[in-house]
């Protein structure tokens, strides 16, 4: 299995920056897919962007242009920088990760933007 632990977030304002990282162990030559999704209360979990191994990435419309993910495969790790963020940027951020084996996430990482 793999296991992810997230790192980041927090409080910030309208406007400003944060970022989030993702760390995975375990059965990490499995992964072929690395992403974060992110969840208001009372929703659904939804994407944000994700990459494959091979470098493709995925970005939710409402966050092209403002968010960019990293991957550093050889540390198995996948970051999300964050900039120009707004109010309905709030919410728990999830990593996730796509293996042969099945899908992992990570505990969530609270992202709260002031107005």
């Known amino acids: 299995q793999v296991q992810l632990v997230e790192s980041g977030g927090g409080l910030v304002q309208a406007g400003g920056s944060l970022g989030l990282a993702c760390a995975a162990s375990?059965?990490?030559?499995?992964?072929?897919?690395m992403g974060w999704y992110r969840q208001i209360p009372g929703k659904q979990r939804e994407l944000v962007a994700s990459m494959s191994n091979g470098g493709r990435t995925n970005y939710a419309d409402s966050v092209k242009d403002r968010f960019t993910i990293s991957r550093d495969n050889a540390k198995n790790t996948v970051s999300l920088q964050m900039i120009n963020l707004k109010s309905e940027d709030t919410a728990v951020y999830y990593c996730?990760?796509?293996?042969?084996?099945?899908?992992?996430w990570g505990q969530g990482a609270q992202v709260t933007v002031s107005s």
């Open positions: 375990g059965r990490t030559s499995t992964i072929y897919q």
């Open positions: 996730k990760a796509d293996t042969t084996m099945g899908t992992s």
